[in-house]
């Protein structure tokens, strides 16, 4: 895979036209790492000097982005998403063609705080669940979200939330909520990813991040739940319909 040392086009042009080409072909696929320095270096048989040239104009075209300390990585295009969607995760990334998968960092019981339960209309110190999750589109994070339920109107939702992939599925086969007909309320802000946020979401720390507090009506305006969610603003774009 050595470049042409008598062309006319110089080398750094010639690899990022490799690398480009490797990301439209699959080689490189969005969200992938990119060999380090030193196997470009051997395996394109140039300096490290043509690598960080072509590397840095990559990464300024939007194509490639450095992580402190991880390495060089294929930037993931932005995904756009309808302000006024309340349809579940699991919905959504299915509508783009991609594979949902979620890993649960703490679903128990917990104590409603005030913030929570002005939310959720019920009496500070109600159960309610405590669902926090990390949400991954193809393979890849994408969101936290950390929700919560009120154990008083969805008892037994604790040991049932396992039963389905999508908790809107619980929902809507156990409980009877019509979420085709719900609505919401959001609220966005951006923050900056601390250090579980760049754990979870393998951004870095400091990354900005939409923080979106959403909560969900059903057809009679009774609050379903609140739904806190942070997203790399690198991944999303939103969009509102007017």
């Given at each position: 895979?050595?470049?042409?040392?008598?062309?006319?086009?110089?080398?750094?042009?010639?690899?990022?036209?490799?690398?480009?080409?490797?990301?439209?072909?699959?080689?490189?696929?969005?969200?992938?790492?990119?060999?380090?320095?030193?196997?470009l270096?051997?395996?394109?048989?140039?300096?490290?000097?043509?690598?960080?040239?072509?590397?840095?104009?990559?990464?300024?075209?939007?194509?490639?982005?450095?992580?402190?300390?991880?390495?060089?990585?294929?930037?993931?295009?932005?995904?756009?998403r309808?302000?006024?969607?309340?349809?579940?995760?699991?919905?959504?990334?299915?509508?783009?063609?991609?594979?949902?998968?979620?890993k649960?960092?703490?679903?128990?019981?917990?104590?409603?705080?005030?913030?929570?339960?002005?939310?959720?209309?019920?009496?500070?110190?109600?159960?309610?669940?405590k669902?926090?999750?990390?949400?991954?589109?193809?393979?890849?994070?994408?969101?936290?979200?950390?929700?919560?339920?009120?154990?008083?109107?969805?008892?037994?939702?604790?040991?049932?939330?396992?039963?389905?992939?999508?908790?809107?599925?619980?929902?809507?086969?156990?409980?009877?909520?019509?979420?085709?007909?719900?609505?919401?309320?959001?609220?966005?802000?951006?923050?900056?990813?601390?250090?579980?946020?760049?754990?979870?979401?393998d951004c870095?720390?400091?990354?900005?991040?939409?923080?979106?507090?959403?909560?969900?009506?059903?057809?009679?305006?009774?609050?379903?739940?609140?739904?806190?969610?942070?997203?790399?603003?690198?991944?999303?774009?939103?969009?509102i319909?007017?």
């Amino acid at each position: 895979m050595k470049l042409n040392t008598e062309s006319s086009l110089p080398l750094y042009l010639q690899l990022k036209q490799n690398i480009k080409d490797g990301i439209q072909n699959g080689q490189y696929l969005p969200g992938s790492k990119l060999p380090n320095e030193s196997d470009l270096c051997e395996i394109y048989g140039i300096s490290r000097i043509t690598v960080r040239r072509a590397i840095s104009e990559l990464a300024d075209e939007g194509f490639l982005e450095r992580k402190q300390g991880k390495g060089t990585f294929v930037k993931r295009s932005k995904m756009a998403r309808e302000l006024i969607n309340v349809n579940g995760f699991t919905d959504f990334s299915k509508q783009l063609g991609k594979n949902p998968s979620k890993k649960t960092i703490v679903c128990e019981e917990a104590k409603a705080d005030k913030e929570i339960a002005e939310s959720l209309q019920i009496p500070a110190g109600s159960p309610v669940l405590k669902l926090c999750r990390v949400m991954y589109i193809d393979q890849e994070p994408f969101l936290i979200d950390l929700a919560h339920y009120s154990l008083e109107r969805f008892p037994n939702l604790l040991e049932r939330i396992h039963e389905h992939s999508s908790s809107y599925q619980v929902l809507e086969n156990i409980y009877n909520i019509d979420i085709k007909n719900s609505t919401s309320k959001k609220v966005i802000t951006a923050i900056q990813a601390n250090h579980e946020d760049s754990e979870h979401l393998d951004c870095e720390i400091g990354e900005t991040l939409f923080n979106i507090y959403k909560t969900v009506y059903d057809k009679d305006q009774v609050p379903i739940h609140t739904s806190n969610f942070k997203v790399p603003a690198s991944l999303v774009a939103f969009t509102i319909t007017t």
